[in-house]
């Protein structure tokens, strides 16, 4: 041990007048953070008075864990809707994210390569079950994905290979996949799991091309699918008001969706363009919460690189659970400690002593906003949480917001209208072209 990661050594950096939120160690509090040798040194009381080397004085502000997005699309230039990893991640909040099914076997060494290595966020992929991964937005081109496409062998090599960054994968449950080869890819995708020891993340709700000839019902689709998941895997888009979804068009939960919920497999919010606030309360009504809250950030399925119509964020998210009742430490919870616990990974999504020194700052922001649904519902809120730095293995990065506008107006991104913080200074973040 060298002598600046020493116990004794002065800390780097403190973390002061701020109210730390840290469910998976049961804390919420008025706490100091100390910093280092880029990881967490202690959360307690007080540690300003202990020697360090430089403080941060938040104003007051909320710190978590960094916040982690279990669904985004980051396979930017491959893929015609991916984003850049650190628009997605660090300048928007969120320390890790997981990319879902972007990149797939044969594709996944320009995936480490290009965005893994080079990203300021930690990157972590869950691998598409076919070999290509998804390179159109709405999974176009019928050949990429039929069950020839599958080599499960592979899979399970390339998670052994790189089990830091392949946390699990992707496949897909509803009508387009199950028209055209019913339960054939998506089985294979179950065996890919069971062999690997991972988790599946399936999407719901209508996105292939869909095979009219063969298309299911849509109340057959999810008791097809549900049965074949393990505990641990996850369902995405909890929220949506799809017809073949996991409410579909019914106004109440479905009997084979509580019975999958009862046998522990997760559910996400998935944000994207599938959240109904009408079927978050309904479901909120019924005990029903997102275990997880990813975003599903991503371009124009139907253009290239164009992120004109995006308009929805993980941090936008955040707000908009809290503005359909949930409370603060239950939405951090979704954001830090359970999305840690679903990728298997202990060292982020805590403040634990030793973890990497991985921040979310939120900083309340007064003022009317209103939010809007895939429905065109809109809730009015007086007050939103936005994130207003990140700290990413001890270095302070100031979050560019520039995905944030369900959350800050475009004239304003970033908001602008916070004094900085004492003490903070943009650290570089590598350009991205
Ligand atoms: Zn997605």
């Keep these: 041990m060298d002598a600046s990661t020493s116990p004794t050594a002065p800390l780097d950096r403190v973390l002061t007048n701020c109210r730390v939120i840290d469910p998976a160690n049961n804390i919420d509090g008025r706490l100091d953070v100390g910093i280092r040798a880029g990881r967490i040194a202690a959360v307690a009381p007080d540690l300003i008075r202990q ?18 997005d279990v669904h985004v699309h980051v396979y930017e230039w491959v893929t015609n809707f991916g984003v850049a990893a650190d628009a997605a991640g660090v300048h928007s909040g969120a320390t890790t994210i997981v990319d879902q099914g972007s990149t797939g076997a ?49 899979l399970v090599g390339l998670a052994a290979a790189h089990p830091r960054v392949v946390r699990g994968f ?16 998506f089985l294979k995708a179950v065996e890919a799991g069971k062999r690997a020891g991972l988790p599946l993340y399936v ?31 996850m369902l ?25 919920r009862d046998q522990g497999v997760l559910f996400d919010l998935g944000h994207g363009v599938n959240l109904s606030f009408r079927i978050a ?21 139907n253009s290239y690189h164009d992120l004109s119509i995006l308009d929805y964020s993980l941090a936008g998210a955040v707000n908009k659970l809290l503005a359909l009742g949930m409370s603060l430490g239950d939405v951090i919870a979704r954001v830090t400690a359970a999305p840690a616990r679903f990728l298997g990974d202990a060292t982020i999504g805590a403040l634990t002593p030793g973890n990497p020194a991985d921040l979310t700052v939120l900083e309340r922001v007064d003022g009317d906003w209103t939010f809007r649904d895939s429905e065109g519902e809109r809730i009015a809120v007086t007050a939103r949480w936005v994130p207003r730095l990140v700290i990413k293995d001890g270095d302070v990065i100031v979050p560019d917001c520039g995905l944030l506008s369900d959350l800050l107006p475009a004239d304003g991104r970033p908001l602008g209208v916070t004094r900085p913080f004492a003490g903070v200074q943009q650290a570089a973040v590598p350009a991205r072209r």
């Design 281 to 301: 309360r309904m479901m909120m009504d019924a005990g029903i919460y997102p275990d997880t809250i990813g975003s599903d950030v991503h371009g124009d399925f």
């Design 51 to 68: 020697p360090h080397r430089g403080a941060l004085d938040l104003g007051g502000a909320v710190v978590t864990p960094g916040f982690v």
């Design 203 to 233: 999407h719901t709700g209508e996105l292939f091309p869909v095979d009219e000839t063969h298309r299911p019902s849509p109340e057959a689709v999810l008791p097809k699918v549900l049965p074949h998941l393990k505990p641990g895997d």
């Design 170 to 185: 992707k496949c897909h449950g509803e009508s387009g996949a199950l028209s055209h080869w019913d339960l054939a890819v």
């Design 106 to 154: 044969w594709t996944f060494g320009g995936f480490k390569a290009f965005i893994v290595d080079p990203a300021r966020t930690d990157v972590r992929a869950f691998v598409s079950i076919n070999v290509a991964g998804a390179l159109k937005g709405g999974m176009e081109g019928e050949a990429l994905h039929n069950p020839g496409m599958v080599r499960v062998d592979e």
């Design 236 to 260: 995405a888009h909890v929220y949506s008001s799809m017809p073949d979804g996991v409410v579909g068009r019914g106004n109440r939960v479905p009997d084979v969706v509580r019975a999958a």
